[in-house]
């Protein structure tokens, strides 16, 4: 599938959210602990942007835990982008800032500001490849409608992306490839104004997703791969849309083990 649009034809198979087995055990989204303050220097790129409806300060906690081992584990409160970790890239009005207005964490997160129109925003990181077998986690909080194709985390693969995050058309869950459109769904919803923690566990056969720390299982397994060389974080639509939205990130981890959401 290009970036001009896709179909929703390509045998898409509906999940359940289920049980909460998963190599290394399952971590439940409970309270977070004390953290460090902010790593990494850098200078964030991009110019900043209204937010799409209204931002509010977030509920402030003690800076990122649970991740100190971890190859990257991001928080933000430097307020800058580490130069050394993302590279950032923004198109068509797009956003992608360091900012105060919500954390789920500290007082800092990455804002992304999405116009309605098709373009994208995203911070890219290669540090952490190549990788046959890695985690990821992410807290995001979104405010914006749903409709259209957006596009959130990726793994680029040559002449590929495996789609870790998607909406189409609804707030479900989805996942898929770029080439093959196969759309994998769940049920599970993406929630809107509050924060949550998404999670990915990426091998050579197998990609499994987890929301809150719960796994959401497929009747039909998402394919693992070979050969990453980068992952993205952001907001892309393939699409007009019919208003603008918002997007915040915060406490990024990426390692060889599952990191949780504590």
């Known amino acids: 599938m290009g970036s001009g649009g896709v179909s929703a034809s390509g045998g898409s198979v509906v999940v359940g959210t289920g049980g909460t087995a998963s190599p290394g055990g399952m971590v439940g989204g409970g309270g977070r602990s004390g953290g460090t303050g902010g790593r990494g220097g850098g200078t964030a790129t991009g110019s900043g942007g209204s937010a799409a409806g209204g931002s509010g300060t977030g509920a402030g906690g003690a800076g990122t835990s649970g991740c100190a081992s971890a190859q990257i584990c991001e928080d933000f409160e430097t307020g ?124 050579t056969s197998a990609t499994t997703l987890y929301k809150d720390g719960v796994l959401l299982t497929t009747d039909m397994k998402i394919p693992g791969i070979s050969g990453g060389t980068a992952l993205s974080l952001g907001f892309q639509r393939f699409a007009t849309a019919t208003a603008a939205a918002d997007l915040w990130i915060d406490d990024v981890a990426v390692g060889t083990s599952q990191i949780g959401c504590n």
Request: charged share 10%.
């Open 80 to 203: 800058a982008l580490s130069s050394s970790t993302w590279k950032t890239s923004q198109s068509g009005g797009f956003t992608a800032t360091v900012g105060t207005d919500q954390a789920h964490s500290g007082t800092h997160s990455l804002h992304i500001v999405a116009p309605n129109t098709g373009n994208s925003a995203f911070i890219t990181e290669t540090k952490t490849f190549p990788a046959t077998d890695f985690w990821g986690r992410a807290w995001l909080r979104f405010n914006g409608p749903n409709g259209g194709h957006q596009m959130y985390i990726y793994v680029t693969l040559s002449g590929d992306q495996l789609r870790l995050l998607n909406r189409l058309g609804s707030d479900q869950i989805k996942a898929n490839f770029q080439k093959t459109d196969i759309f994998y769904t769940s049920p599970t919803t993406i929630p809107q104004t509050t924060w949550f923690c998404y999670e990915w566990h990426v091998t």
